[in-house]
């Protein structure tokens, strides 16, 4: 009975030391193990869009925001906090730890239930990459074999690069590179011991540890893990003792960090125009133009012009009630008995703001929209409206190189034009803005008060089809085939504007506009900027204009856009009914268009012109320009070749193209007699 007994007891046993075997060979052929997965490590990484000085504007990405970081980038603290704290025999065990692993054990079978893990950091990656948290025994077993199987596939120095890149960190940052950035603001060369503690503490339960939640549990638990680096004397006691009072500062920030929204709709625009379709996942680094700075302004002063514009309005209703009431004897008199400010529908009004660097057409701002939240609409780059008087500096500026001069008389008077439409015979009225008439004015003047007659029968000097065919050195698109060019009845974008308008700011040398610098993916630059230009006319004839377009700011439709301690020159543009509100011009250095107007194409209030609407953005802009780089070049350059004579009570200019005009000798009335 006892032999047989013993028996018993010895098969018992038996089974029980080869059960564990027994069920290791079933876990190995009944499953397949692949780790491609990890052996292959591809992740979703973010994108990261930068200005021009390398300040980050947004952050891109699908799911999950990650920033990868090779082994070579993460410092060797962070290693030795995780491992630390993590899995101390990291270095010496095939993935998975016997001794560990039987601690754990009897503690469950002391309690009677879970009450400490056994996974190593490869067991980690596993569960977080091949398995899912299920807690059953099937998936220990798993991630065991799993585990080991890595092991003899990736190196140490791998499977710790796949970890600090794949484990979540709280807050939606995966990798330990996104939540240096994330909670800290740093590189993760830049972190203090005690951040990196945070850092390597926070896995084990991200929403538990997450500085930004529990500022005081995740101090508690970077200190354990610093405790335990000073208890393996991987640390020395001053060091351990600065680290443990440590209060780093914690940022609680959005994921994407979206600071110009405008900027990242349209880089995703081009990046789809270049055929790139893994913008959110690529990890592309794309260096941009803006300014943020900058880009902060044009919001700031697009929103400024707006509101003043409401403001107006508000005022016109009050003036248009009192004098109702005042010469009508009306004592409440009625909303819809305010002329045309009933028709005005404030609530479609936009507006936009581009501004480019004129030597390289580098995109400074671009704003498209008074506020993103509620139209993302870009109006800058998508929305094309006509110029009207805006375009009138390139009729004029073809003038001045055929050898007109700003001395140089036009006729400013009316003229009936007949033309058939549809087989109907129609006539054409032109009017000036002022609705009056000077007979002759100078070229100076007339485009200084934006004179419609006086440009109109310019285009007849010049010649219709000469003026067309000179105006395809600008590059500007569906040009009208008739007198209605005068008036600048094609549709531009703001961009597209501003683009053409370099033509001037830039000494005749147009810039193509740009916005991205460069991109770079995984270390290599896949996309480099270059720049692209093209002559439209001399330095000289192009000074001229600039003369002219600075008389415009000093005296002319723009005053609302001067800036005292700058030179600027610009031109408004106002289109038939208010319909648009424009004001283009530059700097030294700077080209900017400002546009107003609604977004259903019913016309703005009727005295909103381009002048009043878009000329305080305008100068605003400026003025926050001077004072943000007060070292800007203030003056506009005089080229070799120009020569200055009063005429008058101004200033002309002329060249060897645009002569002064011969001053007819005035007889002696003398000598008339004699002869």
Not at 608 to 632: C, N, S, V
Request: proline content about 4%; glycine content about 6%; cysteine-free.
């Amino acid at each position: 009975m006892r032999k047989y007994f013993k028996k018993i007891v010895l098969t018992i046993v038996i089974i029980g030391f080869l059960s564990p075997f027994f069920l290791l060979v079933y876990f190995l052929n009944a499953f397949e193990y692949d780790i491609s997965k990890l052996a292959d490590y591809k992740p979703d990484v973010t994108s990261r869009i930068y200005d021009k000085d390398g300040k980050k504007i947004a952050n891109i990405f699908d799911k999950k925001h990650r920033y990868y970081a090779s082994f070579d980038e993460i410092p060797p603290r962070i290693i030795e906090a995780l491992v630390a704290i993590e899995d101390t025999t990291f270095f010496e065990h095939p993935g998975i730890n016997i001794d560990a692993i039987f601690r754990a054990a009897i503690k469950v079978i002391r309690a009677g239930k879970a009450v400490e893990g056994a996974s190593t950091i490869t067991q980690q990656l596993v569960k977080n990459v091949l398995l899912t948290r299920e807690k059953k025994l099937s998936r220990k077993i798993k991630e065991a074999i799993y585990a080991l199987k890595i092991e003899t596939v990736l190196s140490k120095e791998e499977i710790l690069e796949r970890y600090l890149n794949e484990i979540y960190y709280g807050h939606g940052y995966y990798g330990i590179k996104t939540a240096a950035d994330g909670y800290f603001h740093k590189r993760l060369e830049d972190l203090t011991l005690k951040e990196m503690a945070i850092l390597v503490g926070l896995p084990k339960a991200p929403s538990t540890y997450a500085p930004t939640k529990n500022y005081d549990i995740s101090m508690g638990r970077a200190n354990r893990v610093i405790k335990r680096m000073y208890v393996l004397g991987w640390i020395d006691e001053s060091t351990y003792e600065s680290a443990l009072v440590e209060n780093p500062e914690v940022f609680n920030t959005t994921l994407t960090q979206n600071r110009a929204p405008f900027i990242v709709d349209e880089v995703a625009r081009r990046f789809r125009d270049m055929n790139i379709s893994d913008l959110k996942t690529g990890g592309y680094e794309i260096y941009t133009t803006i300014d943020l700075r900058l880009q902060s302004t044009a919001r700031e002063s697009l929103t400024f012009a707006y509101e003043e514009s409401l403001k107006r309005i508000e005022n016109y209703k009050i003036k248009e009630l009192k004098k109702l009431a005042k010469y009508e004897a009306i004592d409440n008199p009625s909303e819809d008995e305010l002329f045309e400010l009933q028709d005005v529908n404030v609530s479609q009004l936009n507006g936009a703001l581009v501004s480019l660097d004129s030597a390289t057409g580098n995109i400074l701002a671009l704003v498209g929209s008074r506020d993103y939240k509620i139209s993302s609409y870009n109006r800058a780059t998508q929305g094309r409206r006509q110029p009207g008087s805006a375009f009138k500096p390139f009729i004029y500026q073809v003038a001045i190189d055929l050898g007109f001069s700003g001395a140089t008389e036009l006729v400013d008077i009316a003229k009936t034009y007949a033309y058939e439409k549809n087989g109907e015979e129609l006539k054409w009225r032109p009017r000036n803005y002022e609705k009056n008439y000077k007979g002759l004015v100078t070229l100076r003047e007339a485009l200084i008060h934006s004179r419609n007659l006086a440009t109109i029968n310019l285009v007849n000097d010049i010649g219709l089809n000469n003026l067309l065919k000179e105006l395809k050195k600008f590059n500007i698109k569906h040009i009208p085939n008739d007198l209605s060019i005068s008036l600048g009845t094609m549709s531009m974008s703001p961009l597209e504007l501003a683009q053409v308008y370099t033509s001037f700011s830039n000494a005749g040398l147009q810039m193509r506009a740009h916005l991205i610098q460069r991109i770079d993916k995984g270390g290599e630059t896949i996309y480099e900027m270059h720049e692209s230009s093209h002559r439209t006319s001399t330095p000289t004839q192009s000074y001229i204009m600039t003369t002219i377009l600075r008389d415009v700011v000093n005296r002319g439709t723009a005053r609302r856009a001067r800036v005292k301690g700058i030179e600027l020159a610009a031109k408004t543009g106002t289109t038939n009914s208010n319909v648009d509100g424009w004001l283009a011009g530059y700097s030294p250095t700077t080209t900017t268009v400002v546009w107003f107007g609604n977004d259903d194409n019913t016309p703005m209030y009727k005295r909103e012109t381009g002048g009043k609407i878009a000329g305080p953005a305008f100068r605003l802009f400026y003025e926050r320009m001077l004072k943000l780089y007060p070292q800007l070049k203030r003056k506009f350059d005089v080229p070799e070749g120009i020569t200055e004579v009063h005429v008058g009570k101004h200033i002309e200019y002329f060249s060897d193209i645009s002569r002064p005009p011969r001053v007819e000798q005035i007889a002696d009335p003398e000598e008339e007699l004699l002869w």
